[in-house]
């Protein structure tokens, strides 16, 4: 699996122009799903998204997790987290999970991570998403 992590003041996923998520302070993690990737791997990764300690307290800048703040998370799926254009043009998705398969482990990333953090929310897999958010810091990661 493949993520962007972006710690956030404000986010919303829009599909056709109506808002089907939005948060407040937190994190927006997009959510790439590689062709070899398991159930068992999303929960992994669940744990270690909200382990991270990327929010500022009195001492540092980054030193709190999203349950340290008692943040919430916006989970987007992001097919294009696995694009590869290395001596092309027009990026190829062959590492990319199948579209069956990676709406199968999504759908339990999703629903592991809101037993795990109620204060989640999810854009619409597969959809066509418009994503607004602020970036606060920019504090960006990328993770695999």
Known sequence: MRFVVQRVSEARVEVDG??????????VVLVGIHREDSVADAEKWVEKILKLRIFPDEAKDINCSIRDIDGEILWVSQFTLYG????????????????ETARQIYDHFIQFASERWPKSQSGQFAAHMHLHLVNDGPVTLILE
């Open 18 to 27: 109506n808002t089907v998520a939005k948060i407040g302070r937190g994190l």
């Open 84 to 99: 590869d254009s290395r001596g092309q043009n027009r990026p190829g998705f062959t590492e990319a999970a199948s579209p």
